[in-house]
């Protein structure tokens, strides 16, 4: 089974950044999509930011122009970049993969970000 983890949430004052990384235990994102969700208490889970296998980016309108994923296939890794964070970013983030069909698919445990002064 493959595993996604996390990493680089925590608590950051408004017009801060933050760097989420995700990990996966196998070569998985040079043939999957990976993506970025994040659920706020008392709210649906929503994408925020995707990139395919074959490297077609989308983003959220809400983070167009502050977010940056990125990916790296020799790290089985997949990034999420956030800058002048804002308190409505405040979730908690899990990164997903997953085939175009979706029946294929992987979550991580998720990642607190806190956005705060």
């Known amino acids: 089974q493959v595993q996604l983890v996390e990493s680089g949430g925590g608590l950051v004052q408004p017009g801060g950044s933050l760097r989420l990384s995700c990990a996966a235990s196998?070569?998985?994102?040079?043939?999957?999509?990976g993506s970025w969700y994040r659920q706020a208490p008392g709210q649906q889970r929503e994408l925020v930011a995707l990139?395919?296998?074959?490297?077609?980016?989308n983003y959220a309108d809400s983070v167009k122009g502050r977010f940056t994923i990125s990916r790296d296939n020799a790290k089985n890794a997949v990034y999420l970049q956030m800058n002048s964070l804002k308190p409505e970013d405040t979730a908690v983030y899990y990164c997903?993969?997953?085939?175009?069909?979706?029946?294929?698919?992987?979550w991580g445990q998720g990642t607190q970000v806190t956005v705060s002064s």
């Open positions: 997903n993969a997953h085939s175009r069909n979706w029946i294929r698919y992987y």
């Open positions: 196998e070569s998985i994102f040079s043939t999957l999509d």
């Open positions: 990139i395919t296998s074959g490297d077609s980016i």
